[in-house]
């Protein structure tokens, strides 16, 4: 219980740092981005969020909160989910994609979910529930999962 404090204290103070950082944002030149909306109204940027999230998911495996295996599998699901919406032009709601969110939360445990905090703030925000993630939102949420694909690698290589 000490190290998962230590490893949230860790993750929160590096959230803090990089707050109030200008760096170019991919959002500064999207057009029609939910996201690019929601990161403005919340006040952190998609690069920020994705870095706390990055640090949360290595924290999470350093203290096997959960397995390399579990993460993988949540990746690789969800990007087949992302690219098979994007394909169907069916399209995916902001509502859709916070209850998908949701529902993974709950299934880690609370030492886990206190590492991902930071995704609260993007969930409780009333927010056009309704609107439609554009390609360019999609497209941004399967690099980021790319990105945390390879963090899994120095865990895959443990086992």
């Not at 699901?77 to 916070?98: C, F, H, M, P, R």
């Not at 930071?118 to 056009?128: I, S």
Request: charged share 20%; proline share 3%; glycine share 6%.
């Amino acid at each position: 219980m000490k190290t998962c404090i230590s490893i949230v204290l860790a993750v929160l103070l590096a959230g803090c740092i990089t707050i109030g950082t200008q760096a170019p944002s991919v959002c500064d030149t999207a057009e029609n981005s939910v996201i690019c909306d929601l990161s403005d109204r919340v006040g952190q940027s998609p690069e920020t969020v994705a870095g706390i999230l990055k640090l949360s998911n290595i924290a999470c495996l350093s203290a096997k909160l959960y397995t390399v295996q579990e993460a993988e599998r949540f990746i690789n699901d969800t990007i087949k989910a992302l690219i098979a919406i994007q394909q169907g032009g069916e399209g995916l709601t902001y509502q859709s994609a916070v209850q998908y969110v949701a529902n993974q939360l709950k299934l880690l445990s609370p030492e886990a979910q206190a590492l991902f905090i930071v995704l609260r703030d993007f969930m409780t925000v009333d927010f056009g529930q309704t609107r439609i993630l554009s390609d360019f939102d999609i497209g941004m949420l399967i690099r980021h999962l790319n990105d945390q694909r390879v963090i899994l690698a120095p865990f895959l290589l443990k086992e």
